[in-house]
């Protein structure tokens, strides 16, 4: 089985900071990688997928990149409105899918 | 603008058989384009993804979950459902369904969501 892990598990940075995520596959899953932003009480959302792309509507400050086992996601400048859950997911060619642990974003 | 609505009881006991359903509106769960799936979060914890079906029965499942599972589509409802059997205190859970959508490569993404429904397994 695939795992795959986040760093941070969560973080606090001021409006205006530069966030990065970063997301490890436990074996090379290509750019089979996506992300996705929940917030309390809220389903997920999706913001990038196949590891790069942006999901139409969704702000140009997320942008998500790697490939192989290395992913970063990053929003360029944090808003308020950015406070969330953030969470890389895999799926392979069976459509299984498989989500990392997940890194909460606060402002400081 | 496509919905997705779960329904079912919010309290199971354990040892019983959960059931959820989801239902589709402002498109047909028979298109050709999509699969539907579930995924489920406990209380303070990540996202687990349950399975998917399409439309044709066709259904992929998590592993871990397999030999308690079905999920099952009724075309002529526009609906799928879940079932989760010999629950335990473990399968507590906020249970979402969502849209599979295929994209322009290999990749597939859960698009569209519902809003979520709370499940407690408890005596």
């Known amino acids: 089985d695939i795992q795959m892990t986040q760093s941070p598990s969560s973080l606090s940075a001021s409006v205006g900071d530069r966030v990065t995520i970063t997301c490890q596959a436990s074996q090379d899953i290509s750019n089979y990688l996506n992300w996705y932003q929940q917030k309390p009480g809220k389903a997920p959302k999706l913001l990038i997928y196949?590891?790069?792309n942006l999901e139409t509507g969704v702000p140009s400050r997320f942008s998500g990149s790697g490939s192989g086992t290395d992913f970063t996601f990053t929003i360029s400048s944090l808003q308020p409105e950015d406070i969330a859950t953030y969470y890389c997911q895999h799926y392979d060619n069976l459509l299984f899918f498989t989500f990392g642990p997940g890194t909460k974003v606060d402002i400081k | 603008q496509l919905q997705l609505q779960e329904s079912g009881p919010g309290l199971v006991k354990p040892s019983e058989t959960l059931s959820l359903t989801c239902t589709v509106s402002?498109?047909?769960?028979?298109?050709?384009?999509?699969?539907w799936g579930w995924i489920r979060q406990p209380p303070g914890k990540g996202l687990e993804w349950i399975g998917s079906i399409y439309y044709s029965g066709s259904t992929d499942y998590n592993p871990s979950l397999q030999s308690r599972l079905t999920i099952s589509v009724d075309t002529s409802k526009n609906q799928f459902s879940l079932k989760l059997t010999s629950v335990t205190a473990a399968d507590t859970a906020v249970y979402f369904c969502?849209?599979?959508?295929?994209?322009?490569?290999?990749?597939?993404?859960?698009?569209?969501w519902g809003q979520g429904t709370l499940v407690t397994v408890s005596s």
């Open positions: 196949d590891a790069s």
């Open positions: 402002g498109g047909s769960i028979s298109s050709h384009s999509y699969y």
């Open positions: 969502a849209r599979l959508t295929p994209g322009s490569g290999d990749g597939y993404t859960y698009d569209y």
